[in-house]
């Protein structure tokens, strides 16, 4: 008898028993993920948990939110217990992103960030302070690329990684603010930096709850390794002492070339600056941004009859550069599966209720309230943070 299907039982039973567990999306990712990856073990005692997780979904409540942000999260604590006796289950629902990015565009997945000079060789994750971005960017310090926001430890860091390699004048990462309490986006970022992922996409030496890249690829994590070094300033509000961080990174930065690969004296990337920089480990460095998987981008319009009957999660956010609104539509374990565009909120969400990708009355009103922040938001020129519940 193996004790941890049991205490795998007894945890999921214990987070359907509070009061926030059986709306969240943590919870749901959870029992999907295990109802197809259990049957591969093919023994007594998996088929036994998974006949309980089956009579646990349908129990689960109309989902509120993706994630409501726990300290401590059990569904992901219940998988972790599996995951480690059963390493093979980590990678039974991962899937890759096939679409190509536009090249004309940078950064390619839009988000809030704020983009000071794309030729500059620093960019700066805030984690999850969101107010330090705004602070920093009036500074306008030399040398500021791009600043933004990481807060999860999986759909934030793919952006990040993303947006990092399909620019090669990017030499320098600041890790700045605190990180979000148990996604550790911070601390995962410096263990994907050191340590790289597995051959499931999991960060290896991540303290976060899901630390799993599903939209990237293996070569898009040595691409990220080998072109930045990072500068771990976790904790640090200061937007001055950042700004001038900032400034004196790029001064220690040299001109990319061409015939010299990335630039580095001796091929080794890139010379020491003073302070709590880190070395990375040495990799074949990026002579060029790097071509990367997107999702499909779908045009906004009138309602239409598409038969499409999709679930999932969405996160609404404005396009600053573009002046639109951008929802990304994910699956509940975190695959990005579209971003859905347009100016108008009614719009948007005929789109997303004639296409069949939400399903719950519940998050239908939920959607349609926020397009409708988001709009006014876009109109006014005012930020805008979509609402959690």
Known sequence: MNPVF????SELQRGMDKCKCDRCGCMRGTLEGLSKSLPALKNKEADSLLADIKKLYKKLLPLEYSCFGCKFCIPAEAMTLLTKEFPALASSTLLSCDFEVSDNAWPPVEGEYTVLDNS?????????????????AKLKPKGLNIIGKT?????????????IITNSAIRYLILAGNEAE????????????KNGVDKNMRIIGSPGRRPVLKNLKHSDIRAFRSQVEIDDRQGSSDARKIASRIRELAQKAEPLSASSGCG??????????????IKPVVLTPKASALKISGPLRVKAKGPESVKLDKAGYFVIMLSKKHKLILVEHYSYDN?????????????????IIDNKWVSE???????????????IS????????????
């Open 6 to 9: 049991d205490k795998v039982r």
């Open 120 to 136: 500059a060789p620093v960019a700066v994750t805030t984690l999850a302070d969101l107010d330090l971005e705004n602070k920093v």
């Open 151 to 163: 807060e999860t430890e999986n759909i934030g860091i793919d952006k990040l990684v993303k947006n």
């Open 182 to 193: 148990g996604h550790k986006s911070g601390s995962t970022i410096l263990a994907l930096w």
């Open 264 to 277: 580095c004296a001796g091929g080794v990337c890139h010379p020491e600056p003073a302070g709590p920089l």
């Open 335 to 351: 695959k990005l599966l579209r971003v859905i565009e347009g100016k108008k909120s009614r719009e948007i969400y005929f789109t």
């Open 361 to 375: 009355l519940t998050h239908a009103a939920y959607l349609g309230r926020e397009l409708a922040r988001a709009e």
């Open 378 to 389: 876009l109109k006014n020129g005012s930020r805008y943070i979509q609402d959690g519940a």
